[in-house]
């Protein structure tokens, strides 16, 4: 009995330092997006209002040049009015930290204070992209 009381004790304590962790990461990461830096950034491509696609790709990525460029450009036919960003992360690694950039391709779909609402790792096609904004749209 006690042997099952510890256990539950210890299961407890575990889910609550990682409810606690998560916490944390999601503070750190509101942080890193409102920071100078980020604004500087925004001014610099010409977004100052969302919604907008931010796509993280790097110049050796074949990945990203093969696939996930024709399918920007197919949402791009698909939704002209939306700023589609197309970022270097080798170019710019504090843009690429800010938004928790590992991998590319990775597409980040913004809404209009241009807060992240979806981030998608690794080739995502125009279709699942024009549906997020969709989503975005009718919220």
């Known amino acids: 009995m006690l042997e099952r009381s510890l256990l539950a004790l210890t299961a407890t304590l575990l889910l609550l330092a990682t409810c606690w962790g998560v916490l944390r990461w999601q ?16 001014q ?25 460029k024709p399918a920007l450009g197919e949402l791009r036919r698909l939704v002209p009015d939306v700023p589609i960003v197309q970022v270097d992360a080798a170019a710019y690694p504090h843009v ?30 125009a279709g699942r992209l024009h549906r997020q904004l969709g989503r975005l749209r009718q919220a």
């Not at 503070?27 to 925004?42: D, E, G, I, N, Y």
């Open 27 to 42: 503070r750190r990461a509101q942080r890193r997006l409102q920071s100078p830096v980020l604004a500087a950034f925004w």
């Open 44 to 68: 610099e491509v010409g977004v100052k209002e969302g919604p907008a696609i931010v796509a993280f790709s790097t110049p050796e990525c074949a990945q990203c040049r093969l696939l996930q």
């Open 96 to 125: 690429a930290s800010a938004f928790g950039v590992f991998t590319v391709p990775t597409t980040v779909v913004l809404d209009e204070r241009l807060r992240p609402v979806a981030t998608n790792n690794g080739y995502v096609p």
